[in-house]
């Protein structure tokens, strides 16, 4: 296996969506491509390190100020649809 | 080396129910679906727009548009994902306007072939973020993912920050599953090599970096 084709695959691989055969391929160029092994390792941190980052939460302040704006926004709407109902 | 562990979702079951109750008039079913993913949809209208005023207006404009159209919701998807594919439009439309000099299209591939090649390759010290304090390491994170173009940018945040699967971000986003994973892909690829600088291990002073060349065949 080329390092072209070990990258092709990185994805499915580090989803662990992958048959059997193609796993044991991946990991014997795994095995002996330090490169490659190196290239693995680091992405898997990398979305790993993103995924517990905790970028960009919600402060709670802000959160309830958001939930009142939405609630008070559709009870308008609400209200309209229902005025024009009647 | 072992797969990534999926990210472990809420249970759903009761999200139909809720929907129900919505659509037939229950304003507290809804305030709960808003407390469900609120702070979700936010993170993603923020990775998106890159701006926390657009990230706090795509939410309300997010999920009125939901309320207001929850009679169209079928429950053929999760509604979670109905959600998603609201609010990315309405982000998308939020930078389009901002950055009207830049087409901003999910359906853009930006085809460059060296994106997919890694070219720096180094070892990272084993658990890199602790090398930094928590404000360094989110201005690092925000900085990277911030320089990629925001199609990768969506892919990456759906799949990989909020663990939708590839069907789910596909659905949400309009995009085959292929163009899913190929985004996905170079956008792994992208934020590892703009990553290197900060996370390398320090303690070499030569050897602990290579590059490879476009087919690395060794």
Known sequence: MKCSEFLHELTDYLDGVIDAG?????????????????VCDTTKKTIEIYRDSKLYELPENLETKLRSAIATRCKSHKNKTSEGKA | MGAIQPK?????????????????????????????????????????TQNREDAEDVVQDAFVKAYTNLKQFQGQSKFYTWLVRIAVNEALMKLRRRR???????????????????????????????????????????????????????????????????????????????????????????????????????????????????????
């Open chain 2, 8 to 48: 472990v979702s809420e249970p759903v079951s009761d999200e139909l129910a809720l929907v129900d109750a919505a659509k037939a008039g229950d304003d507290a079913a809804f305030e709960e679906l808003v407390r469900r993913y609120d702070r979700n949809v936010f993170r993603i209208a923020q990775h998106i």
């Open chain 2, 100 to 218: 009207p000099e830049r087409t901003v299209s999910l359906d853009e591939d930006v085809k460059t072939e060296e994106d997919s090649v890694p070219r720096e390759v180094a070892d990272w010290s084993p658990n890199p973020e602790q090398q930094y304090t928590q404000a360094e390491l989110r201005d690092i994170l925000d900085r990277t993912i911030h320089g990629l173009p925001a199609t990768f940018r969506t892919v990456f945040v759906l799949r990989d920050v909020e663990g939708l699967s590839t069907e789910e971000t596909a659905e949400a986003l309009s995009l085959s599953i292929p163009a899913v994973k190929s985004r996905l892909l170079r956008a792994r690829l992208q934020l590892r090599e703009r990553l290197n600088k900060f996370f390398q291990r320090r303690d070499r002073t030569n050897g602990s970096q290579k590059t490879v060349s476009g087919d690395g065949n060794q």
């Open chain 1, 22 to 38: 193609t796993k044991s391929e991946l990991e014997e160029h795994l095995a002996w491509c330090h490169n490659c092994y190196v």
